[in-house]
């Protein structure tokens, strides 16, 4: 299974949107391997959003991102990355199809609410970069068999 990671932005803490958005994480079957609040710096927004900083927008993001504290998850899943940015939506909320975070649950481009890892690669280094190996707990919840097919487990 692969982890992903997931960043509930400053626009979703202070709407109080964390626990309709982590309910639709485990409706849906992921696993909650991890999971804090911290509030972000700009060194560490520097180090995330790299090919953003020579952008003229990126005070904005530095504003925005440390606002308030976040919540950083690690999710994990059969194709976690790409199914967990699929219910993500696209960036800009406006766009978003209803029925995803952004589209249900914000306007914006850029308080669009939510981070999700973009690929396998970048989410084990987001991951790295936001959490302590010991903070990301390896285990399967017993109801596993109701959300995957024997199969698709392997």
């Not at 849906?28 to 959003?49: A, C």
């Amino acid at each position: 299974m692969e982890q992903t990671l997931v960043i509930l932005k400053p626009s979703a803490v202070e709407r109080r949107l964390i626990g309709k958005i982590i309910s639709r994480i485990e409706d849906r079957g992921f696993i909650i391997t991890g999971m804090k609040m911290m509030q972000l710096d700009e060194n560490i927004l520097r180090e995330h959003y790299a090919h953003l900083v020579d952008k003229p927008f990126f005070p904005s993001i530095v504003e925005s991102m440390t606002a308030s504290p976040v919540i950083v998850m690690c999710l994990k899943g059969v194709e976690a990355v790409s199914v967990f940015r699929t219910m993500t939506g696209v960036t800009n909320g406006r766009n978003a199809a209803p029925g995803t975070l952004r589209g249900d649950f914000c306007l914006s481009g850029q308080a669009n609410i939510i981070h999700a890892s973009d690929s396998v690669e970048n989410a084990i280094l987001e991951l790295n970069r936001f959490f302590k190996p010991e903070e990301i707990f390896d285990y399967t919840p017993s109801n596993i068999s109701f959300f995957y097919g024997d199969d698709e487990l392997k």
